[in-house]
């Protein structure tokens, strides 16, 4: 029977158990994207705490694009040194790290008068009242170059991988989202030609880090928006799009930041058992239908629910953000053999205005 706690290898990457650390924008970095001090003991944090693979917050690819404050950035070669001893040090404590690579787009607060802002489509964003400038082919020959270009960068700094940020409400997964959407050329229309973008930056970032360098992209399983959204079916033909393109893993997420509270990706009040783990069912839909692996990311709070999937799924990897941002060391509490329930309550207080801190650490300092 399978575990949590497996050794599994992922292309070259050695994997000491099945848990990631799903990306987590910390609100740590300076105000050029570079490490701090409290950024770094986040990562020793849970470098120490168990987990398997580390994804790091997004980190912005265009040095005038920044979405959100205090993020990590890999907009220029200047990063490359400092992300090496960075990378060194993870290794040194036992776990994989991987970075995750976005462009934002309309759905940000952060210095949105003041930036130029693209699109798809010139489509007001719902939460944030964001207009964005719909994109000229050359502007999105200029968005793939700058994912090719910060992979390189991930890769040359010592990452095990790369992650796209292809979910949640950000550009990539705008291009899939119809309401988003609205192109009548290429990349608009048929889920063929709204994937167009995402497989083209796939191709550019294979040609630039090879053949054999994991990359993976986080996605949606379903964006839970009706006849406004991507359906389940159409993540399938995506992914299936990606496998054939040379894609390492699929990290299946869901639901845009920008919409209803209740199809958002980030659900609070996971308190009873079937609540938890809430995109299994589409997630292991698509991966009952692919090859590639699939690591599953939303509301996994407990070992018992995780290893149901994965004895009754082809669900191989799970991902958590607010359980280790409350407790890095929940994985090496689970090893240990505890089965209480964690700290994190999904409270969905994570964040702060110039710090992301847990509310319970909030409360006690
Ligand atoms: C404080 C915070 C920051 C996040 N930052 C990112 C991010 O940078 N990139 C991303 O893909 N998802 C981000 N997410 C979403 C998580 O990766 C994850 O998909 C979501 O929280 C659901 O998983 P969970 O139930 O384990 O928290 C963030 C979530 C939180 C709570």
Request: glycine share 8%; with cysteine; aromatic share 10%.
């Amino acid at each position: 029977m399978s575990t949590l706690f497996d050794q599994t290898s992922l292309g070259p990457m050695t994997l000491k158990n099945r848990l990631w650390r799903s990306s987590t924008w910390e609100n740590k970095a300076d105000s050029k994207g570079h490490l701090t001090p409290e950024l770094v003991k986040v990562y020793e944090n849970l470098a120490k705490g168990g987990v398997g693979t580390i994804i790091t917050g997004y980190a912005f690819i265009c040095e005038e694009e920044q979405p959100n404050a205090r993020m990590m950035g890999i907009y220029d070669d200047t990063f490359i040194e400092e992300y090496k001893n960075f990378t060194k040090n993870i290794h040194e404590l036992g776990a994989n790290i991987v970075m995750q690579i976005v462009y934002g787009g309309s759905q940000t607060d952060f210095n949105s008068g003041s930036r130029k802002i693209f699109g798809p489509s010139a489509v007001e964003n719902p939460i944030f009242k964001v207009t964005p400038v719909e994109m000229t082919k050359n502007d999105i020959d200029y968005i793939i170059k700058s994912f090719a270009e910060a992979a390189g960068r991930v890769k040359e700094a010592g990452f095990d991988g790369v992650e796209l940020h292809g979910a949640h409400g950000y550009l990539l997964s705008q291009f899939l989202t119809p309401f988003f959407n609205r192109r009548k050329d290429e990349y608009g229309g048929s889920i063929e030609n709204r994937a167009r973008i995402i497989y083209e930056v796939l191709e550019a970032v294979r040609e630039k880090v090879g053949p054999d360098y994991p990359v993976f992209i986080k996605m949606h399983s379903t964006d839970e928006w009706g006849e406004n959204g991507l359906t389940p079916e159409e993540s399938l033909i995506v992914v299936k799009g990606l496998q054939e393109r040379g894609i390492s893993g699929i990290e299946l997420s869901g639901g845009h930041l920008s919409s209803d509270p209740d199809t958002a990706p980030i659900k609070p009040k996971l308190l009873k058992k079937e609540k938890e783990s809430y995109y299994r069912k589409p997630a292991a839909m698509i991966a009952s239908a692919v090859d590639v692996p699939i690591i599953l990311v939303g509301g996994n709070r407990s070992v018992e629910v995780m290893e149901d999937i994965l004895e009754n799924t082809p669900i191989k990897y799970f991902s958590l953000s607010r359980t280790l941002h409350a407790e890095p060391d929940l994985p090496n509490k689970w090893k240990q053999g505890f089965r209480g329930k964690p700290r994190c309550i999904s409270c969905n207080k994570c964040w702060g205005r110039d710090t992301n801190i847990c509310v319970l650490d909030r409360k006690k300092s």
